[in-house]
């Protein structure tokens, strides 16, 4: 304190003018105590103020995220692809699917393989097939006999031990002439797409080894329950792509997740032209998929919200339009039945038309046609539906 006084009075002595010397040597002091609060700060102060500031940074970098963020949710009726097409972005845009993961689609093989075999034996003899070898009758009553009831079973899941059991009999009944011709009437029951590629390669799984490939993950059928979400980021652009059951009675969760959407994708199976519902066997599926499509593009919900049709399953379409004639389910189809361009054009143009408000120039229908299971072909699909959605979110914002 003394030594503030007489510096504050070897001040005043080179004033020209008096002053109140108390004022002088007390302002300095008051100088001093003021900075003492910042200069003698605890460490824990010190160290929230910096943490805080790290929240607000990240919470900054979040909320601009998510304003980039593209969310797409996939539509459209039961087995059109849409699980599918989730399984393949994390193929191209994430990490694929690691021992874990291909263990449990293990056990969701064996059940489609169980449950498809099972669906043959069924068929063949509610529609009066003989059996190619009498002898595999056995074989039939064994695997009708397994317990679909039981809690794996519920899961869509088999362990291998009990796929080992039924292994022989699968092999046999596979082989039979009678199962064969049941397949190939599959148009008149429920009989899942990939069943074949795993019956045919049956061997395979029963090795002790064996472990899913690639393709076997992304041909393995499990009916999405629930809502199924997966975040990826290409070019700098985030995007949430959300999947949701496309069976009847999922459909009611698809309201559920309608806010903030950037973009609907919208799978349709093409080769399903001849085939019904699985909920209702008087409803051919192609119509289901056309019903489903006109709410969707109709619901002023949606008004600015970029539509994308996706015509899956073109590998299946190719096989179909030569055996299977067209007209014989849609009488309006003017084309070559039997040529695949012709057929294509006319399945566009009738979800075309769902929607009368649809411009060639101002506001187009975005349709391509799509093999899912085929990780080349929706590689370089991507990248042309991520150029529609951006083209059609300037052309709105353009517009409006």
Known sequence: ???????????????PSLVDTTKMTLQPFRTAIGC???????????DQIRKSKEIDESLSREKTYVEKMVKILLLGAGESGKSTLLKQMRIIYGQDFDQRAKEEFRATIYSNVIKGIRVLVDAREKLHIPWGDPDNQVHGETVMAFDTRSSMMAKEMVETKVFMNFLPSIRALWQDSGIQNAYDRRREFQLGESVKYFLDNVDKLGEPDYLPSQKDILLARK?????HEYDFETENVPFKMVDVGGQRSERKRWF???GGITCILFLVSSSEYDQVLMEDPQTNRLSESLNIFETIVNNHVFYNVSIILLLNKTDLLEEKVEKVNIKDYFPEFTGDPHKLLDVQTFLMKCFRNK?????DYYNPLYYHFTTAINTENIRLVFPNVKYNILNYNITTCWLF
């Open 1 to 15: 304190m003394k030594s503030i006084l007489v510096m504050g009075e070897t001040k005043l002595r080179n004033r």
């Open 36 to 46: 003492i609060p910042n200069c003698l700060r605890s460490y824990s102060e010190v």
């Open 223 to 227: 009916p999405t329950k629930g809502i």
């Open 256 to 258: 559920e997740n309608f």
């Open 355 to 359: 929607n009368a408000h649809w411009d």
